[in-house]
């Protein structure tokens, strides 16, 4: 809009605004008032003009929206002058400033106008949209298929949201339904069943969610706790804090049956949680949150009625997180505990742990060096779990931990290498009893993309655009204490991993190769050796806008090195595009064979796998408008077990397809 105000001479608004002087034009220039009492996004300002302007003080008027000159876009209609601004404006309170550049230089105030822009009376914000898919297909022909399968079907999806808001609250939700024929593919059996769903509501500083959404915790208590649920947040905006509470399903759940997920007492995690910044010039310096949960249910699957593989308790948190010197220094501490009761046959019995982590890094202020943008950053953690801890919030944690990490990295222009080394070990009570596994991780990633000058001519050209990715990974495991009375296997064996890769663009087509070594030692005897290796060669060739062509072959080895045996896969593919009629026909076919052949004989097997689909569009779909389009598809699947013995299959279909975009 600043761009466009500039290109016009300032003086069009003059020739129709202006009155004799000062007082006069906050007398005489008038904003009319809207005929409906609000303004919308597209509406037109129209301001009464007298007809007796002065045409002196013409150069030195403008009209501001928002700060922004727009004198450019108004127009003289009869005695009015009209403001159309040049993009729809967004919803809420707007400014229409007139002043006077003074021929001293002072720059006088005419008039202010404060103006709302609405979509309704009752709406200051009102929008929505969804969206149908739609598919209907019919197996028109078969081969050795199980006669269960049914011959129609018909899969959709129907996604919505939507959003109303008014002055100093909110209201929004959206809503993803499912429906599938078959309903034994279903989650309860049924033919539309519900996928997610939230409703938000917000007033000033409070925030209320009904459905499926996000606790924002990350630490040993809680972590990546998305849930069906409800929550609600009261936030102080002068103390720089917030309080959140919630109840939570503590499965990850799907269906309309479970409703909001907290009916269910034995399955729900209920707790709050406080954020503060206390200090008020500098609040990223000290930051703390504390949090408490009280929960039951499983760490596995959806948690049902019966479920044996439950548990309840409680665990607390409290994370201090700063950020020191000018921001490039961060520590965070963070300590948990936690009661839990595993045992539904003694549900009085519980354990009680605790867990610490403790972070420092520091990240380096972007420079330049030798012309190219350079940062880097290092840090160090020390994390140690309980063997009793747990916590329903963040079940992937593992019990009985000692970490110790240490990781930094740089990027230098089109150079990055990240890398951390770090030691883990369990028995952290140090229980004579008991043994304890040391592991050591080493990781080191590179990737490089060199700025070149493309080549235009020659076997050069096919080396244009490189960029290249090395990783290498280490992982010893092995016991480094094993108490006199112990019975079990021992443990001690070393995992390394190299991958390397390159891709090239030569132009409207790219190709790529890679490699990844693999070598598992086991040095107790317990496990066979072996190597793997999996090279990989993939090319993608885009043709204008019509064709495309995606070849790839990988061949994988893997080697017994005890037994001495090596068994070889070859696996191709082939990935074929194009658009007949652009917009309305398009076909796509794909063929893979998979051959595997063990050295000793044991396996020797093909397969081979052909897919294609014509897509046939009748009508495009746009908004608010129905799209419709017919295809035929078919796949074929030989299977050969290198005994004489195959296994043809092969399935041809027809249907059509329904989208449909709403929005308002």
Do not use: C
Request: glycine share 10%; no cysteine; hydrophobic share 40%.
């Amino acid at each position: 809009m600043r761009r466009l105000a500039r290109q016009f001479p300032a003086a069009l608004l003059a020739a129709v605004l202006m009155s004799a002087g000062t007082g006069q034009a906050r007398a005489q220039v008038d904003l009319e008032p809207p005929p409906e009492g609000y303004y919308r996004p597209s509406d037109a300002f129209s301001f009464v003009v007298p007809a007796d302007m002065p045409p002196e003080r013409l150069q030195r008027l403008r009209l501001a929206l928002n700060d922004i000159d727009v004198t450019a876009f108004v127009r003289r209609e009869a005695d009015r002058a009209i403001f159309s601004p040049p993009q729809p404006l967004a919803y809420g309170t707007h400014r229409l400033r007139l002043v006077e550049h003074a021929e001293d230089g002072a720059i006088h105030e005419l008039a202010l106008w404060t103006v709302q822009v609405r979509r309704s009376s009752a709406f200051q914000e009102a929008d929505g949209r969804a969206n149908l898919d739609l598919a209907l297909s019919n197996r028109v022909s078969d081969r050795r298929l199980d006669g269960g399968v049914p011959r129609n079907t018909a899969q959709g999806a129907l996604t919505a949201e939507g959003r109303v808001a008014d002055d100093d609250w909110a209201l929004r939700g959206h809503i993803g339904l499912l429906h599938n024929s078959q309903t034994e593919l279903m989650p309860r059996d049924q033919h539309v069943d519900l996928a997610t769903g939230l409703v938000e509501g917000s007033r000033g500083p409070v925030v209320l969610r009904a459905g499926d959404h996000a606790i924002p915790a990350t630490g040993l208590v809680m972590r990546d706790f998305a849930r069906r649920g409800l929550s609600g947040s009261l936030r102080f905006d002068d103390l720089r804090s917030e309080v959140t509470a919630f109840a939570m399903r503590t499965e990850a759940i799907s269906g309309f049956h479970h409703r909001f997920g907290v009916g269910d007492t034995g399955h729900r995690t209920d707790g709050a949680m406080l954020s503060v910044a206390p200090l008020t010039d500098r609040p990223e310096r000290l930051q703390i949150q504390v949090l408490y949960l009280d929960a039951s249910g499983s760490t596995v699957g959806s948690g049902t009625e019966g479920d044996t593989e439950t548990s309840r308790g409680n665990a607390s948190s409290v994370a201090v997180d700063s950020l020191l010197g000018e921001q490039r220094w961060r520590l965070r501490a963070e300590l948990a505990r936690s009661s839990a009761r595993f045992d539904e046959a003694a549900p009085s019995v519980s354990e009680s742990d605790t867990a610490h982590s403790l972070l420092a890094m520091y990240t380096h202020p972007q420079h330049l060096a030798n012309g190219a943008a350079f940062n880097w950053h290092a840090g160090a953690e020390h994390t140690l779990v309980g063997p009793w801890f747990f916590s329903l919030g963040n079940p992937a944690l593992a019990a009985d931990r000692r970490l110790v990490r240490a990781f930094s990295g740089f990027q230098w222009g089109g150079l990055g290498i990240n890398g951390q080394v770090a030691r883990e070990h369990d028995n952290v009570d140090d229980d004579p009893n008991l043994p304890r596994l040391r592991t050591d991780y080493l990781t080191l990633g590179t990737q490089y993309t060199p700025a070149l000058v493309p080549r235009e001519e020659g076997i050069a050209r096919l080396f244009n655009q490189p960029s290249l990715a090395l990783v290498i990974q280490d992982m010893a495991q092995r016991y480094d204490r094993v108490p006199a009375a112990f019975g079990g296997d021992d443990v001690d064996q070393d995992t390394r991993v190299i991958h390397a890769g390159l891709r090239f663009v030569p132009g409207t087509w790219a190709w790529d190769v890679s490699h990844t070594f693999t070598r598992f030692e086991n040095h107790a005897g317990t496990q066979p050796d072996y190597d793997n290796g999996l090279t990989e060669l993939g090319l993608d060739v885009m043709v204008g806008d019509r064709y495309s062509l995606r070849p790839r072959v990988q061949y994988n080895t893997l080697r017994d090195r005890d037994n001495d045996t090596t068994t070889r896969t070859t696996t191709a593919g082939l990935g074929v595009w194009a658009a007949l009629v652009p917009g309305r026909v398009d076909v796509s076919l794909d063929y893979s064979l998979n051959r595997t052949k063990g050295g000793d004989d044991s396996v020797d097997t093909d397969t081979q796998t052909v897919t294609g689909m014509l897509n046939w569009q009748l009508r495009t779909p746009r908004e608010n408008r129905p799209g419709i389009s017919l295809f035929a598809s078919g796949s074929y699947q030989d299977n050969d077990n290198g005994a004489g013995i195959g296994n043809d299959v092969y399935q041809l279909f027809a249907g059509m397809r329904i989208g449909w975009p709403v929005s308002y």
